[in-house]
Antibody, heavy 118, light 107 residues
């Protein structure tokens, strides 16, 4: 079965760092782009950036550039999204999704809820 | 950045009725447009890609049309499980962008 499994929910304080993960299975992980999508409470979907695990080529949506880091380790079929200093406004559900090019984001992780509160 | 505007914000319909959702792009995206469905507490799932192609396992009552800047998602004869939020997404230019969503609710 082709799937993406994300790490569990996190509760953090402002200023803390965080790295969440997304593990792929059932397909050639290095050969497909992985995207990260933010959904703030009660709001819509925003693409944060994408990474090609095969060579770690990464693209960021301008509004997220410099605020998060996207990385991948193809040897363990895992992509990551990390923050160095969280803010309350980072509270959201974060999804990873396989970007199958013209087929769209065709496989989604279950989401990781990140709550940032003092 | 290409802005996608979806309308209406909310569509109130009864099971069995037809739903017509609109997505308008701020500049041409050719047919590089996808539609997603999201139910409460679930991740989105792709319904339509390349404007008019149904994704694997998507029922035939879902159809997409359009090109350039104007796109439509049609759901013929709404089933109870179709009441959800629908998003369009373009991949013509980076960054990839989503529309704000249309909620299809039970009337």
């Amino acid at each position: 079965e082709v799937q993406l499994v994300q790490s569990g929910a996190e509760v953090k304080k402002p200023g803390e760092s965080l790295k969440i993960s997304c593990k792929g299975s059932g397909y050639r992980f290095p050969s497909h782009w992985i995207g990260w999508v933010r959904q703030m409470p009660g709001k819509g979907l925003e693409c944060m950036g994408i990474i090609y695990p095969g060579d770690s080529d990464t693209r960021y949506t301008p509004s997220f550039q410099g605020k998060v880091t996207i990385s991948a380790d193809k040897s363990i079929s895992t992509a990551y999204l990390q923050w160095s200093s969280l803010k309350a406004s980072d509270t959201a559900m974060y999804y990873c999704a396989r970007d199958n090019q013209q087929d769209g984001f065709d496989i989604w992780g279950q989401g990781t809820m990140v709550t940032v509160s003092s | 950045e290409i802005v996608l505007t979806q309308s209406p914000d909310t569509l109130s319909l009864s099971p069995g009725e037809r739903a017509t959702l609109s997505c308008r792009a701020s500049q041409s995206v050719n047919t590089y447009l996808a539609w997603y469905q999201q139910k409460p507490g679930q991740a989105p799932r792709v319904l339509i890609y390349d404007a008019s192609n149904r994704a694997t396992g998507i029922p035939a009552r879902f159809s997409g049309s359009g090109s350039g800047t104007d796109f439509t998602l049609t759901i013929n004869s709404l089933e109870p499980e179709d009441f959800a939020v629908y998003y369009c997404q373009q991949r013509r230019n980076w960054p990839l962008t989503f529309g704000g969503g249309t909620k299809v609710e039970i009337k």
